[in-house]
């Protein structure tokens, strides 16, 4: 459980953090005791099978959503609502359609403390940042998937956040779209310095990515362990090290898969209709936690 | 326009496709009014149904002419369209008004919501017996009328935009910290322009035919009164021009917004 890595130096701490939904009637544990730090300027990853909690950690820490039980804090003060300081790009690119790409990162700016003329030059500085400059115009159904994530992180780094949070930002991309968007990241963060979480359910963009790299549980969602990656950058994809070391993220995620199998309500969709589900489901993850 | 001028516009240039495609649908458009007309010929020609119910096309030509040039059809579509500027602004107004305030908050839904679906189910025609009571058979009960008319599918439609906004986007807005006022501005009515505009068009459509339908029943000017006019003095043909004027009125004004709606969306329309 010490292996969930909660520094007590970090920048991001969350402190034993659950959070519940009532589904159907009953309270359902999206999250269960879940303890994280992330220092300043560092790059966590958190994979897990979808349901596991991962969107729900990530509004969490971004204050779109509050725990039910335990705290987050940013350098020390307690995150009690969304911040210009946490800068979010979700897992659709979510671009208003009625506004070019500009003026999609200029929303961004819109409560940001600075005149006209600067707000501009950021974001004519963040479009070149993602390389989407030429595109400054264009409306978000002229872009292709790919354009359209970048627009959406220039929208989320604009006003230079402390964190930026990132749920699956390139899951819906074709994977040689998504190596891309995963070196120019990478680049960004190297030349910004902004601590980073990632959400993602690939194993080997986790790895490519983290210096952190944290396997989450489902029911309830849980931090099944956290793996560290020293590994310098620029980064190889097929060294060795971090093929040894994805092979052992998989098998944690395996691990975690595999402990949900022999629950008796996995038997098939009917068994969602039984009442007593949520209760029993809450059982082996109350045991493990 | 013939057929084979139709298919030559068809086969035209790959270059000149858009404005190509929109003359062909243009005009295929007038393949079932030249249709009717053809019809209608036949029948004054052939005596298919007698003239005095169903006068010949010439006759009603001559009308036409007859009531341009002495300028009373101008006379009589302005009076009409003034009653429908003055009802549909007020009513869309109204409208627009509610169902913002509906679609923003579910306590003014709650409180207002099943009266005015009630509202809705009455037809704007039924309320005028009962409205002719405190308003009289004057310019008042016709601006009401027609201002019902609208109000009705303008509230429904805006609505329906503010809550067909997506989640997402507002949770977008919440990330940046957005006041109640710039969530309004910035994500809300943009979002809702799209149902908006369908129930201005719609809510126009309605005035307009409420218009017709509320003069004819109590009016000494406008379209519907020479309607009702040609009617008693058995007129057929003055009848068919008031019936042409007020669809081609009515087209003009949709035909109208249509433009205004791509103009305002352009965003949108450079998707096709
Ligand atoms: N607003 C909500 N109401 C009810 N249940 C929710 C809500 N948000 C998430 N959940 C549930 O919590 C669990 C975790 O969801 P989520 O954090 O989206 O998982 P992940 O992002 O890892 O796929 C899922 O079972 C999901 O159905
Ligand atoms: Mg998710």
Known sequence: ?289 | MSAGETLAVLGGGAEAQPSGARIRRAAVGLLVPLAALVIWAASAQYGWLPIQILPEPLVVWDSLVQLWSSGELLDHARVSLLRVVYGFSAGAAAGLALGLAMGLSETVEDYVRPLFTALAQVPTLASIPLLMLPLGIDEALKVVIIAKAAFVPMTLNAFAGVRGVPAQLVEVAQAFRFTRLQLLRRVILPGAVAPIFTGVRYGLTKSWTALVAVELLASSEGLGYLLVWGRQMFWLDVVIVAMIAIGVVGFLMDKTLALAETRLQRWRVTAV
């Not at chain 1, 009532?22 to 005791?33: R, Y």
């Not at chain 1, 994805?246 to 022999?262: D, K, S, W």
Request: with cysteine; proline share 7%; glycine share 10%.
């Open chain 1, 1 to 289: 459980m010490d292996a969930r890595g909660g520094t007590a130096a970090a920048h991001l701490e969350v402190t034993d953090v659950g959070k519940r939904f009532a589904v159907n009637g009953e309270a359902f544990a999206a999250l269960d005791h879940v303890a994280l730090g992330v220092a300043k300027g560092g790059f966590v990853t958190i994979v897990g099978a979808s349901g596991c909690g991962k969107s729900t950690l990530l509004r969490l820490i971004a204050g779109l959503d509050r725990p039910t039980s335990g705290a987050l804090r940013l350098g020390g003060v307690p995150i009690d609502g969304p911040s210009l300081d946490r800068g979010i790009v979700f897992q659709e690119p979510r671009l208003f359609p009625w506004l070019t790409v500009a003026g999609n990162v200029m929303l961004g700016l819109e409560n940001a403390q600075m005149p006209k003329s600067a707000k501009r030059a950021a974001v004519a500085k963040h479009l070149a940042l993602v390389g989407l400059t030429a595109f400054a115009d264009a409306y978000p159904h002229q872009l292709s998937g790919g354009m359209a994530q970048r627009a959406a992180i220039a929208r989320g780094l604009v006003n230079r956040p402390a964190v930026l949070l990132l749920d699956e930002p390139f899951g819906a991309l074709d994977a040689l779209t998504r190596t891309r968007l995963q070196g120019e990241l990478q680049a960004i963060w190297a030349q910004e310095k902004i601590t980073t979480v990632f959400v993602t359910h690939d194993v080997d963009e986790a790895v490519y990515l983290g210096d952190r790299i944290v396997v989450m549980a489902p029911r309830p969602g849980r931090i099944a362990k956290v793996f560290e990656n020293a590994r310098p950058r620029p980064r190889e994809r097929t060294d060795a090290a971090l093929v040894h070391l994805r092979n052992a993220v998989l098998r944690e995620l395996e691990a975690t898969l595999g402990a949900e199998a022999p629950e008796p309500t996995r038997a098939g969709p009917q068994a969602a209709a039984r009442p007593q589900r949520p209760a029993a489901l809450r059982l082996p993850g109350a045991a493990g936690a």
